[in-house]
Nanobody
Framework: QVQLVESGGGLVQAGASLSLSCTASGRTNSTYAMGWFRQAPEKEREFVGAITWSGGRTSYADSVKGRFTISRDNANNMVFLQMNSLKPEDTAVYYC????????????????????WGQGTQVTVSS
């Protein structure tokens, strides 16, 4: 089991920055990658970005590329999502998720390839 706890959400104005954190505990050595997803009201949960624990390789959705940055702190089992130049359309509940080595074949952008999820944190961007 892997437990995930997000923090750092809030209400900001368009153009502002916000940083989210995700702390993992449990069997983190079984985790290949950590992903960030978001879900706006009445919309499907969508991929934001991901980072591999080993090597720190990152990938991003086109909608956030150049504005969002994912980083990790392996020693403390933490993953961060730095969000800059926020837009109202970034408003959503943001979730971090853990992908196990056994599911890495499915790709880091596939939400169905993640086995564990945090409770989510609300990000609201006002215009």
């Amino acid at each position: 089991q892997v437990q995930l706890v997000e923090s750092g959400g809030g209400l900001v104005q368009a153009g502002a920055s916000l940083s989210l954190s995700c702390t993992a505990s449990g069997r983190t050595n079984s985790t290949y990658a950590m992903g960030w997803f978001r879900q706006a009201p009445e919309k499907e949960r969508e991929f934001v970005g991901a980072i591999t624990w080993s090597g720190g390789r990152t990938s991003y959705a086109d909608s956030v590329k150049g504005r969002f940055t994912i980083s990790r702190d392996n020693a403390n089992n933490m993953v961060f999502l730095q969000m800059n130049s926020l837009k109202p359309e970034d408003t959503a509940v943001y979730y971090c998720a853990a992908q196990l080595y056994g599911r890495m074949w499915a790709g880091v952008g596939n939400k169905n390839a993640y086995s564990y999820w945090g409770q989510g944190t609300q990000v609201t961007v006002s215009s």
